[in-house]
């Protein structure tokens, strides 16, 4: 046993279809792990095993597609709780569970208590079911006015998922403006720091913004949540930063978690590039905007650490969190 005493160590869901799923996981000396699943991380059913396995690695099909499932791995008096990192949805691509990242202490962030997404106009009525079932109950949405006038949130006619509006400018970028700036000639604002420096200026412009969110995991312990833009990557990946780092998660697995909106989103870029050649323009002159670059959240972690010291630092110097407040939503978000 390691010095944590730990048998497990990590593990990650792979969604196969529908139906089924690929559940793998690092443990100590090839530890027999039974697996149990359910729909919520605090109901699983463990009266029956799903699947049992010493290999590393176990299949469990027979899953509903309508359902969200949680797993949880056993082995003798250890658990460890674990989940597919993606929300299959049919009208957003880029909605993720920030759960079951290790921080520097040992402990984990829950599954199923936050989420992070991309645009939410485009819901299904199936969609829709699931997230009910999932339990959300505030929407928090970073996209200005105008954003929102265009594709509205699609979200349940029963009212009890609230939406509250926290808008973000995102350093003025705005796609179809962007499209009609470049066909008129005008690309002087594409230079190497734009985006970077977006990204420093919403930290700045609109940590009232990241602070609402963070008092809400602070003050409601059992409550889902979900926050999102239009695109899920750059102010949505600004305040999933500055949660995770907040609850005490490594820097690089920060960068990771904002990396992999550049995995999700990439289904949608063929009908973005299409729509630039109509208007004339090279999509190569647009990628970075399009996608998730690694040098914004290392500047935005850089920046953090050469201006405040830590992101704490800046909660609660900028954005006016007081520190029984990191403290509630640390007590509320790890295990």
Same mark, same amino acid.
């Given at each position: 046993?390691?010095?944590?005493?730990?048998?497990? *160590?990590?593990?990650?869901?792979?969604?196969?279809?529908?139906?089924?799923?690929?559940?793998?996981?690092?443990?100590?000396?090839?530890?027999?792990?039974?697996?149990?699943?359910?729909?919520?991380?605090?109901?699983?059913?463990?009266?029956?095993?799903?699947?049992?396995?010493?290999?590393?690695?176990?299949?469990?099909?027979? /899953?509903?597609?309508?359902?969200?499932?949680?797993?949880?791995?056993?082995?003798?008096?250890?658990?460890?709780?674990?989940?597919?990192?993606?929300? =299959? *949805?049919?009208?957003?691509?880029?909605?993720?569970?920030?759960?079951?990242?290790?921080?520097?202490? &040992?402990?984990?962030?829950?599954?199923?208590?936050?989420?992070?997404?991309? &645009? /939410?106009?485009? $819901?299904?009525?199936?969609? !829709?079911?699931? $997230?009910?079932?999932?339990?959300?109950?505030?929407?928090?949405?970073?996209?200005?006015?105008?954003?929102?006038?265009?594709?509205?949130?699609?979200?349940?006619?029963?009212?009890?998922?609230?939406?509250?509006?926290?808008?973000?400018?995102?350093?003025?970028?705005?796609?179809?403006?962007?499209?009609?700036?470049?066909?008129?000639?005008?690309?002087?604002?594409?230079?190497?720091?734009?985006?970077?420096? &977006?990204?420093?200026?919403?930290?700045?412009?609109?940590?009232?913004?990241?602070?609402?969110?963070?008092?809400? /995991?602070?003050?409601?312990? =059992?409550?889902?949540?979900?926050?999102?833009? %239009?695109?899920?990557?750059?102010? %949505?990946? %600004?305040?999933?930063? $500055?949660? !995770?780092?907040?609850?005490?998660?490594?820097?690089?697995?920060?960068?990771?978690? =904002?990396?992999?909106?550049?995995?999700?989103?990439?289904?949608? $870029?063929?009908?973005?590039?299409?729509?630039?050649?109509?208007?004339?323009?090279? #999509?190569?002159?647009?990628?970075?905007?399009?996608?998730?670059?690694?040098?914004?959240?290392? &500047?935005?972690?850089?920046?953090?650490?050469?201006?405040?010291?830590?992101?704490?630092?800046?909660?609660?110097?900028?954005?006016? *969190?007081? #520190?029984?407040?990191?403290?509630?939503?640390?007590?509320?978000?790890?295990?």
């Amino acid at each position: 046993m390691n010095k944590q005493g730990k048998i497990l *160590l990590d593990a990650a869901v792979q969604r196969l279809d529908a139906n089924s799923v690929r559940i793998c996981w690092q443990a100590i000396e090839n530890a027999d792990i039974s697996v149990y699943a359910g729909t919520h991380p605090e109901a699983i059913d463990r009266f029956e095993s799903v699947a049992r396995s010493k290999d590393g690695c176990a299949q469990v099909s027979g /899953l509903d597609p309508d359902l969200r499932y949680y797993f949880e791995l056993y082995a003798g008096s250890h658990r460890m709780i674990t989940a597919a990192r993606r929300v =299959h *949805l049919e009208g957003a691509v880029n909605f993720r569970d920030m759960g079951g990242y290790e921080t520097t202490d &040992g402990r984990r962030v829950k599954w199923g208590r936050v989420f992070r997404a991309d &645009g /939410l106009s485009r $819901l299904t009525d199936r969609d !829709l079911v699931l $997230l009910d079932r999932m339990g959300i109950q505030r929407v928090y949405d970073f996209r200005t006015t105008t954003e929102m006038a265009g594709s509205p949130d699609r979200l349940p006619d029963h009212g009890a998922m609230a939406h509250i509006h926290l808008p973000v400018t995102h350093g003025n970028f705005d796609f179809a403006e962007a499209i009609r700036l470049l066909q008129n000639g005008e690309d002087s604002w594409l230079t190497p720091d734009f985006m970077i420096n &977006g990204y420093i200026g919403n930290l700045e412009q609109f940590a009232h913004c990241w602070a609402a969110v963070i008092r809400d /995991l602070a003050e409601n312990r =059992h409550a889902p949540v979900v926050f999102h833009c %239009t695109g899920g990557k750059d102010r %949505t990946g %600004t305040c999933a930063a $500055l949660i !995770l780092l907040a609850l005490g998660v490594a820097e690089e697995t920060v960068i990771d978690d =904002h990396q992999l909106s550049n995995i999700y989103i990439a289904e949608l $870029l063929p009908r973005l590039y299409r729509r630039m050649e109509r208007a004339g323009i090279d #999509p190569d002159r647009l990628f970075p905007y399009l996608t998730a670059p690694r040098q914004c959240i290392e &500047g935005v972690i850089d920046y953090l650490t050469d201006t405040y010291g830590t992101a704490v630092d800046y909660l609660v110097g900028k954005a006016g *969190l007081r #520190p029984a407040v990191i403290d509630a939503m640390r007590r509320n978000m790890l295990e």
